[in-house]
Nanobody
Framework: QVQLIESGGGLVQAGGSLRLSCVASEGEISSFAVGWFRQAPGQERDFVAAITWYSTMLRYADSVKGRFTISRDNAKNTIILEMNSLRPEDTAVYFC?????????????????WGQGTQVTVSS
């Protein structure tokens, strides 16, 4: 079983930056694909970014390309999402996810493990 714990959310002004972290407190995720999703109030959970084993493949949602960067440190069981040039429409709860199969999928149902989420609020 894998337990994922996110941190780093908060309130930031438009144009600002935040750094989200996700640690696997239990389980080993170095062989998993890992990613980030987000969910705004009243909306579905949307794909943000994902990265495969040993960072060989990365994928981003069009809405965050050029602004967000995903990375991983397998030795520390940690996934990072660097978010720059934040916009009010980035406001959401951000979830870390892990997938046993080493491929990137953008549908939440294709992911096996989830964190509890961390709130990101961008003010205009």
């Amino acid at each position: 079983q894998v337990q994922l714990i996110e941190s780093g959310g908060g309130l930031v002004q438009a144009g600002g930056s935040l750094r989200l972290s996700c640690v696997a407190s239990e389980g080993e995720i170095s062989s998993f694909a890992v990613g980030w999703f987000r969910q705004a109030p009243g909306q579905e959970r949307d794909f943000v970014a994902a990265i495969t084993w040993y960072s060989t493949m990365l994928r981003y949602a069009d809405s965050v390309k050029g602004r967000f960067t995903i990375s991983r440190d397998n030795a520390k069981n940690t996934i990072i999402l660097e978010m720059n040039s934040l916009r009010p429409e980035d406001t959401a709860v951000y979830f870390c996810a892990a997938r046993r199969l080493n491929g990137i999928k953008t549908t939440p149902n294709d992911w096996d493990y989830w964190g509890q989420g961390t709130q990101v609020t961008v003010s205009s």
